[in-house]
Structure formats: C-alpha cells, structure tokens
C-alpha cells in the first residue's frame, strides 16, 4: 500500500512533545533518531542504513530523519522520524510482490482479519500510555478505512476520565497478505490531570452563556450541534507553545467553544459564526447586543519565525479597552515571569516590568489580570518587553514575534479603543 491522502493529511496536525521551550526545542542526534526507530523494523528488513537523510522541514524548521531497511538494496522500506517531536512515518516496502505483477490479482483476507493484525501490530508498538491500548474509534467515525489507498485503522486513545488525550496511530495493512506496510504516530505524554472539575452540563452552560453575553442574544444560537458527533468533547488540548489543558469543546450553533474544565473559563472559539451547518438553517436575527461587549475573544497567531504558523488554543481577551494575553505564552515571547500571588516580576533580556495582580480587569498596563485562576497580562505593557508582539484591532487578532511589528514602545499608554462589533476572526 502506498503512502495514502488520509496518512499525508494526519502529519498537518503535528504536535510537539512536552519539556522544551518553543524557541530551543531539543533535537534528537541521527544515533537517537536511529534507535527510536528500530523497534519499527520488520522482515524483510533486519536493521536501518547506519547514516540518514536529513531534511530541514520538520517543525520549526528543525529536521526530519530519513532512514532506509537494509532489504532490496535499501530499496524497500523507508523509515522518518521528526527530530523534534518524534512524530513516526513508516512505510514498509517488499512485504509482498504481487503489486509487482499487473495482471495478478490475489485474493484479499477478511477485512476482520486484516483489522485484527492491526491491532497486533499497533499493540507491540504503540507506547504505552494512561488508559492502556486504545480502541480502533474516530470520533464516532468508523476506524477501519478501505479504499483506493488500501486497508488502513486508527488508533486513538482515552484517560479513565474519558477524556480525549493526545494520542494517536494509524496503521496500513496489504489486503492480501495482512502484513502491515504504512504505520504512523503521534504521542505526547499528558502531563496534567485529566479529571474534570466541571461537569458536561456546566461546561454547555458557560459556553452558552458566553455566547449569549458576546455573539448573540437569540437562544438559537445557543443550541448545541447534534450533527457534531459528540456535540460536547472533553479532551486534552496541547498548543504549539507546550501548553496543555483539559478543555471541553462545546459545538454549538453560533460557534465551537473551548471551555477549561477546570475553571469554566471560555478560553477559545473555533469561528463559525453566521455559517450555515450541515443540518441546520443558517443564524436568525436574535436581540441586539449592548455596544459594549464585556469580553471578545480575539485568535492568537504564531509567526513563522517562531517554529509555527497558526493559530493557538488559547485565545487573547479584548475587555474594559485593553487586550489581556494568556501568561503561558510568555516564553514564546521569550519573557521570564515570577510571581507572589500580588505581584508579577516580568523580564526580557535587561528590561524589567512589574505588573500588581488584580482579579478584575483595569484596562490598564499597570495590572495583571487573574481570570479564574489564570494569568493574563496587558498586551501593551508586553509591547515595551517584545516589540514583535502585534496586536490588530481591526483583524481582532494578536501575532506572536511578528518582524513586520513596529519597534518597542515604551509609552504609558494605558487604554486601547474598543474594538469594533462583530463576531471574531478565527483566522487570516
């Protein structure tokens, strides 16, 4: 089976594993590489090519290992592995031969015999994590794929609570011999806990309630999607910063929204305001909201100069005329912070800035905001700290290290302009 569109597609959603700061990831040497491969090599291969290929566009611009089998010449199998994050794509060529034959056409194993030896094989490789091996489930999708590309089953995996972690294989077997030739991977060990405080129910109520106060008074909008199979999802969010969090995603008619369930704080949405939904009817005109919005989510964007080009989960919060940031993104700012529950020491290279705490909002650089147990900070006072830090009030967005920001600012400017009404801008 050749490498398929589904497989390709699954490396866009690369994750990077925990414990390293985003701008000096630690990268494994080509001997690392190497071992944590050769657990992966099968018959007929019986080790790796001692030296590997080696490109620069893994993430971050760090670099992917490329190693071939030793059968066939180094011809038959190949073997990648992402230095950074340790993300696995293995294709395992020569298995068989009867795709070299064009006029053969061999009969194919059971399909229930050919899921089975994936889960032989996904079970001997897989590492280990918290709830033991997963099931073969996708989201309510059906795992088993079969098509055009060959037979191939996903993996996912859930914590005792139920919750969705990052975890992840997908693996290819040949219809006619059951042997595995594709295996792909995506582990991260999950590092916080996994048990929620709040409830399904309290999670559907802050985010109905959030959307109520900020996107629109009509109670439809507040319905959940029933097409979005499950409507609510409790799972472990990992941003490109490192960050993890326990989240719940609550689909409901006028957006996705991220609520941490521990907090009940809404912390992100996935726009899809004013868009018709599959089985639904497209928004009705609801109530008016007040001019003045108590809270706007605004995205926040990686530039690519920081190792990725997206957008992270947790977003910014527009309130009282200023914009907040998350504090966890500080050290992508490469801002260290301290803090004694009054009072927030930040530092940037020989600039120091001291920020009091205060659990409501001021609008002002002058204060940190502790937002149901999280940290945020004034965006303006970490302008004077990182000049790349960019924020666009007409977009409603914020940039992280963007070089085309105007040089630091050191003004005491306290207050920004409300930003204008309207539903936010999930991306560019």
């Not at 994936?118 to 059906?142: C, K, L, T, V, W």
């Not at 900020?214 to 941003?239: G, H, M």
């Not at 929204?257 to 009817?281: C, F, I, N, R, Y």
């Not at 002058?366 to 937002?371: E, G, H, I, L, Y």
Request: charged share 20%.
């Amino acid at each position: 089976m050749k490498f398929g569109v589904r497989a390709q597609a699954a490396l866009l959603s690369l994750h990077i594993l925990p414990g390293a700061t985003y701008a000096q990831a630690p990268q494994m040497t080509p001997a690392q590489a190497r071992q944590a491969l050769l657990p992966y090599v099968v018959a007929p291969d019986t080790t790796l090519t001692a030296t590997p290929v080696t490109t620069m566009d893994g993430f971050g611009g760090g670099a992917w290992y490329l190693f071939y089998g030793d059968s066939n010449g180094g011809r038959a199998s190949s073997y990648q592995i992402d230095a950074t994050t340790g993300q696995k794509t293995i294709s395992y060529y020569g298995a068989t031969t009867w795709d070299l034959q064009a006029n053969d056409a061999p009969p194919f194993l059971p399909s229930n015999q050919l899921a089975q030896s994936a889960r032989n094989f996904a079970a001997a490789h897989f590492p280990g994590y918290i709830a033991g091996m997963p099931e073969d489930d996708n989201g309510g999708r059906d795992p088993v794929i079969n098509d055009a590309d060959g037979f191939w089953v996903d993996f996912n995996a859930t914590a005792p609570s139920g919750a969705e972690l990052p975890v992840w294989c997908g693996v290819g077997v040949e219809e006619d011999t059951g042997n595995v030739d594709d295996y792909m991977e995506k582990y991260i060990p999950v590092t916080i806990d996994t048990n929620p405080a709040m409830t399904p129910d309290q999670a559907q109520a802050a985010a109905q309630t959030w959307i109520a106060q900020n996107i629109s008074a009509d109670p439809d909008q507040t319905a959940l999607v029933t097409t979005y199979t499950p409507p609510i999802r409790l799972k472990v969010e990992i941003d490109p910063m490192l960050n993890q969090e326990l989240a719940y995603e609550v689909a409901c008619r006028a957006t996705m929204v991220l609520v941490d369930a521990q907090t009940g704080s809404v912390v992100g949405t996935e726009d899809w305001a004013g868009m018709s939904l599959p089985g639904h009817k497209g928004p009705q005109k609801g109530p008016t909201l007040p001019k003045k919005r108590r809270e706007t989510l605004w995205p926040v964007f990686a530039h690519p100069g920081v190792g990725y080009d997206g957008t992270l989960v947790r977003s910014a919060i527009q309130t009282n005329g200023a914009v907040y940031l998350w504090a966890g993104y500080l050290k992508a700012l490469g801002i260290q912070s301290s803090n004694n529950g009054r009072q927030v020491q930040l530092k940037r290279r020989n600039q120091r800035l001291k920020l009091s705490i205060r659990n409501q909002p001021r609008g002002s650089t002058r204060f940190a905001w502790k937002r149901k147990g999280s940290l945020y900070l004034p965006v303006d006072a970490l302008e004077s700290l990182n000049g790349e830090l960019r924020t666009d009030a007409t977009g409603q967005d914020v940039t992280l290290n963007d070089p085309r920001a105007p040089a630091a600012r050191t003004s005491t400017s306290t207050r920004r302009p409300e930003a204008s009404s309207g539903s936010n801008k999930a991306g560019r």
